[in-house]
């Protein structure tokens, strides 16, 4: 079945540092999506992926889509405290007529030390 | 955006009783989606929560052990029973936005079993 690996599994930098997270899918993607998990909270949206060789920006976090459709990457610059959480990447589950949920990478817990 | 409700947010259970997890959505959609997490784990579909239909369940998850009701457009229910230390989990539900793929979270319920 489908497998989506992302690494490392644990990052500690210090603040100011930059980070970033890889992900790599067994299958082609159609699109690749990122979510941030808060310590105590839910998964929250950060972005979505379409297009081979696709790179989006959100202030500090660069988002990249491979051009075979199968890896990503997030990269933080200059890490902040409100940075810390854990990143998953996410692709799409197909079933049939079309997707169904999403298959989670193990995600990568971001430690920052003051 | 979907605002999310689960109840309750949290719970104690003995082994071999049952919880009902309660998922509501402040608008109508039409995929519904539970999850577990484990501890420190990643995200694992547990199945689709079809409305007018039996559930999707995902491999290794069974309708008998974890059944789902989905009565309308923004209501699902989740079934954990015959509950087990195994189970012990983060339970979250999420529908998708729109038709982007992408989903949103509720804050999830935590679940302890003695």
């Known amino acids: 079945g489908q497998q989506v690996m992302q690494i490392p599994q644990y990052q500690h930098v210090q603040e100011g540092e930059d980070f970033t997270t890889y992900c790599n899918s067994s299958?082609?993607?159609?699109?690749i999506q990122w979510y941030k998990q808060r310590p105590g909270g839910h998964p929250v949206f950060l972005i979505q992926?379409?297009?081979?060789?696709e790179v989006k920006k959100q202030k500090r976090l660069t988002f990249q889509f491979g051009e075979a459709k199968k890896n990503s990457s997030l990269h933080i610059t200059a890490t902040q405290t409100t940075d810390v959480g854990t990143y998953f990447c996410?692709?799409?589950?197909?079933?049939?007529?079309?997707?169904?949920?999403?298959?989670f990478g193990k995600g990568t817990h971001l430690i920052i030390q003051p | 955006s979907a605002v999310i409700s689960q109840k309750p947010s949290r719970d104690i259970c003995q082994r071999g009783t049952s919880l009902t997890i309660q998922c509501q959505v402040d608008?109508?959609?039409?995929?519904m989606f539970w999850y577990r997490q484990q501890p420190g784990q990643s995200l694992t579909l547990i199945a689709t929560?079809?409305?007018?239909?039996?559930?999707?369940?995902e491999s290794g998850f069974v309708i008998d052990k974890f059944p789902i009701s989905r009565p309308n457009l923004t209501f699902s229910t989740l079934t954990v029973s015959n509950m087990s230390p195994e189970d012990s989990s983060i339970y979250l539900c999420?529908?998708?936005?729109?038709?982007?793929?992408?989903?949103?979270f509720g804050p999830g319920t935590r679940l302890t079993v003695l």
């Open positions: 992926l379409v297009k081979s060789g």
């Open positions: 999420s529908v998708e936005r729109g038709r982007t793929n992408t989903q949103y």
């Open positions: 299958t082609t993607l159609s699109n």
């Open positions: 996410a692709g799409p589950r197909y079933s049939g007529g079309g997707a169904d949920g999403l298959t």
């Open positions: 929560a079809n409305q007018g239909s039996e559930a999707t369940y």
């Open positions: 608008s109508q959609v039409t995929m």
